[in-house]
C-alpha cells in the first residue's frame, strides 16, 4: 500500500500566485513590512492560508518557498 498522498500530481504555480506575490512585493516596498492589514482583505486572506498551509501536513512546494524567499518572505 503506498501511503503517499497526492504523488502523481505536480503542483505548479498558477497566475494568481504570482499576482499575489507581485502585490505582497508592492505591499512591502510601500510599507517596508510584511504585516497586511486586514481591511485589505483579499492580500490578507490569501496570506493567512499560505501560513496555514506552511503549517499544515500539506506544507509549502519549494517552488512556492523560494517565490517567497525572493521577495524577502521568510
Same mark, same amino acid.
Do not use: A, Q
Given at each position: 500500500f503506498?501511503?503517499?498522498? =497526492? @504523488?502523481? *500530481?505536480? *503542483?505548479?504555480?498558477?497566475?494568481?500566485f504570482i499576482k499575489s506575490v507581485q502585490q505582497l512585493k508592492e505591499f512591502y516596498e510601500q =510599507?517596508?513590512?510584511f504585516n497586511i492589514p486586514p481591511e485589505n482583505s483579499?492580500?490578507?486572506g490569501w496570506l493567512r492560508e499560505l501560513k496555514r498551509k506552511?503549517? @499544515?501536513?500539506?506544507g509549502l512546494s519549494q517552488e512556492v518557498?523560494? *517565490?517567497l524567499a525572493a521577495i524577502g518572505f521568510n
Open positions: 503506498d501511503f503517499t498522498i =497526492n @504523488s502523481h *500530481k505536480k *503542483k505548479t504555480i498558477k497566475t494568481p =510599507n517596508g513590512h483579499r492580500l490578507y506552511f503549517y @499544515s501536513t500539506e518557498i523560494e *517565490k
